[in-house]
């Protein structure tokens, strides 16, 4: 059922749409009107809505049509901008691939490759047979005049004009998912999926709270929350993969392309265990910190480059790195049964803060407070689903916290 909205039928119902006539969209696409119809009476009986309003005169667009248009010509956009980037590689200006002939199966298989690197995991990921992979991928480099893999014993490695290609082409499959849960709303409902991604410090209280109020109210939504090191993420944000990330904003956030919503203020502090020897010592020194070692994030996210920032403040180098990791269980299993710091905001540990099993040190890291809040893609409208999770966490933030909204936010 999802190759219903392809970008195969997108290409016909952006024919009809902008033709206002499904026998005009048949000449366009050379094909017959039988197969026009065929396409879009496919693509409503999918989404449960018509399109079109079909009239003497021609096909008139409903106000889902609308909906449906905004995003196939997103697609179309992000496959003609695979062209004009290819371009430059030598790619066939004409390679179908560019005219959104394609199906979501080949888009999967050509990002599986890029992931995998093997076509027997492919095959196996995908459910297809080996020999299946090995043809697709001829083909397709066929078309486009480009070698996309290099060929070795052990595995594939993936070319320049490969990563541009697969950039975009995870954009489109992003705009695929939104598709149907941007017309599901004028039916009064919400559903889809929403991926996010969320500061530690936000999995105790406010995301489980508003992410419970969110399902609850819409049990046709899934929610997936993703965990990675933090360049991964923006990646995936990029590409679309993601649809916004709730985090300390920092440099990093301040991109052209980004929108930027600050929401709430975050600090952080040093935790250790209740007996830990540095908890009875007041007016801690740095050199009493970089003698004990750390549990820390990837070396790319916020807090990290702020905890950097603070103990270079404090003229010390960075302390001993025993464990790297986010996982907030095995945090604090490893404060709790080891003489190890971490550097964190106290609503990460907060339960373990609370019982008394954890304790706050008495130091101050310098530059240590920042902002948290939204950041998501200027050029990706994100969906009904995704809208309404980001009013609920921000109702619960005010919840907790009177702060001011960002002007013109979602």
Known sequence: ?????????????????????????????????SAITRVIQEIESHLGLRLFDRLPVGMSPTAAGHLVYQRAKAIEQELLQARKELLEHGAARNAPIFSMMVSIPQMETLIK???LGQMSSVAESLGVSQPAISDALRRLEESMNLQLFER???RLSITLPARLLVFRLRRVLSEIRRLSADVSQLASTVQGEVVISVLPSSKTVLMPKAIARFVG??????????????????????SGEIDFIY??????CMHPDLNVEPLSTDRLVVVARTDHPLALKPSLTAQDLKRYPWILRDPSSPSRQLLNRAFKEM???????????????????????SEMLTAVSPHNLSPELDLG??????????????????????????????????????????RTEPVRIAPGAP
Not at 19 to 25: F, K, N
Request: glycine share 6%.
């Open 152 to 154: 070795s014993s052990r």
């Open 217 to 238: 109210a819409h049990p046709n939504v899934q929610v997936s929350v993703v965990d990675a090191p933090f360049e991964v993420l923006f990646a995936d944000m990029r």
């Open 113 to 115: 490759l890029s992931e």
């Open 247 to 252: 985090t300390g904003i920092d440099a990093k």
């Open 357 to 398: 099993n954890l304790t706050i040190l008495d130091v101050e890291l310098p530059g240590c407070q920042r902002n948290t809040g939204f950041v998501w893609r200027k050029d990706l409208e994100p969906s009904a689903a995704c809208l309404q999770l980001m009013r609920n966490i921000r109702h619960e933030v005010l």
């Open 1 to 33: 059922m999802r190759e219903v909205t392809s970008p195969r039928n997108l290409r016909v119902f952006l024919a009809v749409y902008e033709e206002q006539s499904g026998a005009r969209a048949a000449e366009r696409l050379l094909r017959a009107p």
């Open 315 to 337: 003229g010390i180098d960075a302390p001993t790195i025993a464990v790297h990791g986010g996982d907030l269980g095995l945090l604090r299993g490893l404060l709790l049964y």
